[in-house]
């Protein structure tokens, strides 16, 4: 089964801080990447996704993420935060070979004014 | 706004008891997808329907059933609810079957067992 793993469960920062949200995931095969955003009191959105093409995604609200295949990973980054960015953030994946997606169990990101 | 609706918000019931919960797609999105979320175990998915059709299932229990009727809202079904069964549901819609289409979330049902 594939998983996906968040190694940043709670990340504190202040504003103008740059970012960087781990994200690995296990399946070896052709993966479609998303991250999502939760701000507080709102429902799941997307950022962010990559299929194939340029490894490095440029998402909403000044967000990017670089797919590096060799490295399983899909790292989320922003150069320099705002008090606005507090939220809960889902790295996600949907195989190539099935519809089931699976999230990680997200980063509570804090941004202090 | 996502567009999708979920009924009821809260939701408090006790052990053994079954539940209905309801979810209204986006308007012209054909599939569906539900999730639970809990803090032991993150987000879930749970099964996905398109145009009425079961597409998918993921970690479901046999407790649990989902359908999607012809007007496109889906339910989800738990019963025999156990404490463990407490948790954040979500339904998510797109458009139709492609890996590629974005889901669009609704609020949840806080779902809570006593």
């Known amino acids: 089964a594939q998983s996906v793993s968040q190694h940043n469960h709670h990340v504190i920062l202040s504003e103008a801080a740059s970012l960087e949200l781990g994200c690995n995931y296990s399946y070896g095969g052709t993966v479609n990447l998303f991250w999502y955003v939760q701000y507080p009191g709102q429902h799941l959105q997307l950022l962010l996704k990559y299929f194939s093409g340029d490894p490095l995604v440029k998402g909403i609200k000044g967000f990017e993420a670089e797919f590096i295949k060799s490295k399983f990973s899909f790292n989320l980054r922003k150069p320099s935060v705002q008090w606005s960015d507090t939220a809960e953030y889902f790295c996600?994946?949907?195989?190539?070979?099935?519809?089931?997606?699976?999230f990680g169990r997200g980063t509570s990101l804090i941004v202090h004014p | 706004d996502s567009g999708v609706t979920q009924t009821p918000k809260h939701l408090i019931t006790a052990t053994g008891q079954r539940v209905t919960l309801r979810c209204s797609p986006r308007s012209g999105d054909l599939s569906v997808y539900w999730y639970q979320q809990s803090l032991d175990q993150g987000l879930q998915f749970l099964i996905q329907y398109y145009n009425g059709e079961e597409r998918a299932k993921g970690n479901i229990l046999e407790r649990f059933s989902a359908q999607q009727f012809p007007d496109l809202h889906s339910e989800l079904n738990l019963s025999s609810l156990e404490l463990g069964d407490s948790a954040l549901y979500f339904c998510a819609s797109t458009l139709g079957t492609s890996v590629g289409n974005e889901q669009f979330f609704g609020p949840g049902t806080r779902l809570t067992v006593l």
């Open positions: 996600a994946t949907i195989s190539g070979g099935s519809y089931i997606p699976t």
